[in-house]
C-alpha cells in the first residue's frame, strides 16, 4: 500500500526505512447457539431432549469428549498436553515447549485451563426451565501452532456450550515466514524486524495479509480441534467468523539508538502536551462533535517494558506511540469497535429494502481490508502531526563532542561538564564579546577564572590550567589558534555548542534557585 508520508519526509537523515503491517489479530468464531433462545430450539427441536438433560447430562459429557480429544490429538502428533490451575503465561509456555521439543511446522502443544467464560444455565420458568447466560468458570483448551504460512499462532476451545472458538495470529509472524520463503534476508526480535534486506518487498508482502482466504483457514482450524463440528454440532452451519480484535502497526527503523532517543522524548511531550480530544477524534477518523456519548482520553506510561508509551482512546479504539528495542518508533491503531468507522457498502433494512451508502463497519472477516484501510490512515494523520516536532539530534551530537573524551597523536584529552560551575565559567569567558575581534589570549581567560590572579603566588599554576582547558577545547574544533600569534579565537561551531550550553546551564540553575 503505498502512501507518502511527510514524518518519514522530514527525517529521512535518520530513519532507514518504514513498514505498516497487521500485528496481533483476534478471530472469533460464534456458532448460532450463542444466544439462549436459539440454544432452546437447537435442544428442544433438533437434539429432541429435555433441557434439564443437556445440561446435566449431554454438555459434562462433550465437555468431556473435547478434552479427550486434546489428548489424543496432542498424543497424536508426540506433543505435550498439560492441564494446569491457576495463572500461566500462555504464549510463554508454548515457546519452553518449542525450545524443548523443536517442530518447524504443526502443533506445538495443548494447554488445558480453567477459565471463566460465558455459558448458559437453567433459569426457572412458570412452564419450563429456560436457558440464561451466565458466566462459569471451566476448561478451556488452547492449541498452539506453527503454521507454514502464518508462523507462530493459537486456537482457544470453550469446553461448554457455546463452544465459541478464538484464534490468534500475528501479521510480522506472516511477513516472516513469507520473507523466508522468498529468501528474502531479515532480522526479527519479538514482533518486529530490526533489519530488512528489501523494504519495498516487505511491504508488498505485508499487504497481502488481509486478503488470505480466511473463513476456509480458520474453518480449517475450528474443525481440527472440535470434533463435535462433524456429527453432533454439524446442523448448526458452522460459525460465523469476526475480527474481535485487529492491530495495525506503522514501525519506523531509525539508524541508531542515540538518534531516535531524544527524538522519541521530544514526540512525548509534544503528543502529552498537544493532542486534545478533538485532534484524537481527527485521528481516529471522527469528526468532533459535541454531543459524542463516549469516553476520551489519554493515558501516559512510563513504567512499561522496555520503554514508555502513550495511548489516545476513544470508547474502544485507541492509538498508541512507542518504541521497541530503542531503535524503532511504532504507531499503532487498534480496533476493537469497528463500528465507529464508516464504509462504503451495501446494507439489508429490516423492511427489506437494500441500499448503498456510507455505513458502520462491521466485524466480519471480509471487512479486514477496511480494517487496514482505517488503520493506515489513522496512523498517518497521527504522524503528520508530529512534523511539527524537530529533531534534536544535532544538539545530542553536539553534547557527545563535548562530554566525552578525544584522543589526538596517542593523547586522551578529558571531556568537559556542563553542569558544573567552573566548566560554564570557561565557557563564558571563552564567548566574551570583547574578543570577537582580535580573539583572547590565555591571561584573558585567566583574568575571569581568577580575578586575584596578579599577586597570587599560583599564577603559573594558574596560567597552565588556563592552557590545558583552551587545549581540550581546541582539539574538540571549538576554538582555534590565530596564526603568528598567541591569541585564540572561537570558531561558529564553538560558538553554537557553548552558547547552547551555557544558556541551558543558566536556565536550569535559575529554576533550581
Known sequence: ????????????SIISWKLSCFDRVIFKGHLPINRA???????????????YDFIHTTAPAWSERLVDHAKDYAAKFGRTYEYYQGDIDKDAWAMKQLRDQPV??????????????????LGYAEKRPVFVSRKVPHRVLYYYFLDRDLGFMHVRLQTWAPFMCQIYVNGHEFLARKLKQRNIPFEQVDNCFTQLQDPKAAQRLADRFPKLPWPKILNKY????????????????????????????????FISKHALAGLFLRLLAFALLTFTPKKIFTYLGRKWHGKFDGEVQTRYRTEREPGTCIKHYMKNNWLKMYDKLGLILRIETVINQPGEFKVWRACQHRDGRSSTDWYPMCKGVGNLRHYQGHALACNQRYLESLVAVDDPTPGYDDLHKLT?????????????????????????????????????????IRAKLYPKDKKDPQRRRHSAAVGRMLKRL????????????????????????????????????????
Open 222 to 253: 475450528a474443525n481440527q480441534v472440535n470434533p463435535l463440528l462433524r456429527r453432533e454440532l454439524k446442523d448448526l452451519g458452522g460459525h460465523y467468523w469476526v475480527s474481535d480484535q485487529a492491530e495495525y502497526a506503522t514501525d519506523m527503523l
Open 37 to 51: 433462545e436459539v440454544l432452546e430450539k437447537f435442544v428442544d427441536r433438533t437434539l429432541k431432549m429435555r433441557r
Open 104 to 121: 518447524t511446522e504443526g502443533l506445538i502443544g495443548v494447554l488445558c485451563v480453567q477459565e471463566t467464560c460465558a455459558t448458559f444455565k
Open 474 to 513: 581546541h582539539v574538540r574544533g571549538l576554538v582555534v589558534k590565530v596564526p603568528r600569534s598567541r591569541r585564540w579565537r572561537i570558531t561558529e561551531q564553538g560558538r553554537r555548542i557553548l552558547g547552547d550550553t551555557l544558556r541551558v546551564y543558566r536556565r536550569y540553575s535559575t529554576q533550581a534557585a
Open 404 to 444: 566525552e573524551p578525544q584522543r589526538q597523536h596517542g593523547r586522551s584529552y578529558a571531556g568537559f561538564n556542563p553542569a558544573r560551575q567552573e566548566e560554564t565559567r570557561l565557557f563564558a569567558a571563552v564567548l566574551a564579546g570583547d574578543h570577537i575581534a582580535q580573539g583572547f589570549r590565555n591571561k584573558d
Open 1 to 12: 500500500m503505498k502512501t507518502l508520508c511527510p514524518f518519514t519526509t522530514k527525517f529521512s
